[in-house]
T-cell receptor, first 114, second 109 residues
Framework: DTAVSQTPKYLVTQMGNDKSIKCEQN?????MYWYKQDSKKFLKIMFS???????INETVPNRFSPKSPDKAHLNLHINSLELGDSAVYFC?????????????FGPGTRLLVL | DAKTTQPTSMDCAEGRAANLPCNHS???????VYWYRQIHSQGPQYIIH???NNETNEMASLIITEDRKSSTLILPHATLRDTAVYYC??????????FGKGTRLSVIA
């Protein structure tokens, strides 16, 4: 069974369009994240949700709006797509414990804005 | 910004041990040392983590110096499938991972 899944795997779209990426985890974790990996391969946190509540928003443009309908899902909606939004987006989930916290990542969604 | 320093790249012969160093001289008392790797075109994968004691699991061993200012990830018998970018990250609590540039490990046949 896939622990963290994302759809779609590939997304090609025109500038100015609105698109959504979906993420689901079946691990029962309370915390979910969105990371962005740009063309230079730098991985950066975008958002963090805990029990459906936003806890971190790392200066991401407000064209990006995460939505968590329940703690197993964290979707990412992007309005008015720009060329610079082209990247690989990774979803992750985790559950904090007394001995640290392990994050599990999805396979990524490769977004190309033309 | 990442709080760790790693070599940009390393090579390792297949079947030999790969030793990946990491410096984290400003680590705080409640921060763990985590290692993740990213194989080409895949999502990052958790390898191992530790606080102050050395740790071992089915993938690797983690050696942390007594002063906790540096650590070494050891892959005991590297295979071609271990070719990846390896990230050393220090953090506490249920917080996002801050990725640096990592070490690109190439395992050579």
């Amino acid at each position: 069974d896939t622990a963290v899944s994302q759809t779609p795997k590939y997304l090609v779209t025109q500038m100015g369009n609105d698109k959504s990426i979906k993420c689901e985890q079946n691990l029962g974790h309370d915390t979910m994240y969105w990371y962005k990996q740009d063309s230079k391969k730098f991985l950066k946190i975008m958002f963090s949700y805990n029990n459906k509540e936003l806890i971190i928003n790392e200066t991401v443009p407000n064209r990006f709006s995460p939505k968590s309908p329940d703690k197993a899902h964290l979707n990412l909606h992007i309005n008015s797509l720009e060329l610079g939004d082209s990247a690989v987006y990774f979803c992750a989930s985790s559950q904090a414990g007394v001995a640290g916290e392990t994050q599990y990542f999805g396979p990524g969604t490769r977004l190309l804005v033309l | 910004d990442a709080k760790t320093t790693q070599p940009t790249s390393m090579d390792c012969a297949e079947g030999r041990a790969a030793n990946l160093p990491c410096n984290h001289s400003t680590i705080s008392g409640n921060e763990y040392v985590y290692w993740y790797r990213q194989i080409h075109s895949q999502g990052p994968q958790y390898i191992i983590h530790g606080l102050k004691n050395n740790e071992t699991n089915e993938m690797a061993s983690l050696i942390i110096t007594e002063d906790r200012k540096s650590s070494t990830l050891i892959l005991p018998h590297a295979t071609l499938r271990d070719t990846a970018v390896y990230y050393c990250i220090v953090k506490s609590g249920n917080t996002p991972l801050v990725f640096g540039k990592g070490t690109r490990l190439s395992v050579i046949a």
